[in-house]
């Protein structure tokens, strides 16, 4: 079983829908990385959460650490929000981070 | 802003010969780190240096090792590129408890 498992692994929807994906953990963390990477393979750090939520445009991020998971929401989806979403945690040695496989996401127009 | 490059976006080699990857920042991170990202299986750590001559093997370390003699410099080497070495290779860096901060990437094709 992997570390960290997201879902769902492919998500296709309608621009304006409202999007959720979820990042579900085993291992003890001290951060949870949220990470966007789009076609061509550039990859940016949207989030590091430890606790609670954090917000940024249309992007929200929050995470539960007793419950071991984390969810990642985009209100009022765009065809440009259209990447494969990342989650990572950093283990308790704070060197390594453990990566989720991804969850592509597709916004029709 | 960190600014974090890498020395070609694409690369093109024959089996057996021996590949050099660079990563530079600009920001004075400790911690650098070499990742591969293969489809469906996301990103897997092949080292990571946390200070300059310091080096820690990570997931996948076999076919590969790493040069860090200066701070902002981090070297990913195949010594014998092989076909299976075919990927898409991320740098990253960090200062210790903060997030990571990615390169561009090099698409590396190994025939």
């Known amino acids: 079983k992997n570390e960290v498992e997201q879902s769902p692994q492919n998500l296709t929807a309608q621009e304006g829908e409202f999007i959720t994906i979820n990042c579900s953990y085993s291992v003890g963390i001290s951060a949870l990385h949220w990470l966007q990477q789009h076609p061509g393979g550039g990859i940016v750090s949207l989030f590091m959460?430890?606790?609670?939520?954090k917000k940024h445009g249309r992007l929200i991020a929050t995470i539960n650490i007793q419950e071991k998971h984390s969810s990642l929401h985009i209100t009022a989806s765009h065809p440009r929000d259209s990447a494969v979403y990342i989650c990572?945690?950093?283990?308790?040695?704070?060197?390594?981070?453990?990566w989720g496989a991804g969850t592509k996401l597709i916004i029709k127009p | 802003d960190v600014k974090v490059t890498q020395s070609s976006r694409y690369l093109v080699k024959r089996t057996g010969e021996k590949v050099f990857l660079e990563c530079v920042q600009d920001m004075d991170h400790e911690n650098m780190f070499w990742y591969r990202q293969d489809p469906g299986l996301g990103l897997r750590l092949i080292y990571f240096s946390y200070d300059v001559k310091m080096k820690e093997k990570g997931d996948i370390p076999e076919g590969y090792s790493v040069s860090r003699e200066k701070k902002e410099r981090f070297s990913l080497i195949l010594e014998s590129a092989s076909t299976n070495q075919t990927s898409m290779y991320l740098c990253a860096t960090q200062v210790s408890g903060s997030t990571q901060y990615f390169g561009p990437g090099t698409r590396l094709l190994v025939l």
């Open positions: 959460l430890s606790s609670g939520k």
């Open positions: 990572a945690v950093r283990s308790n040695n704070n060197y390594q981070l453990i």
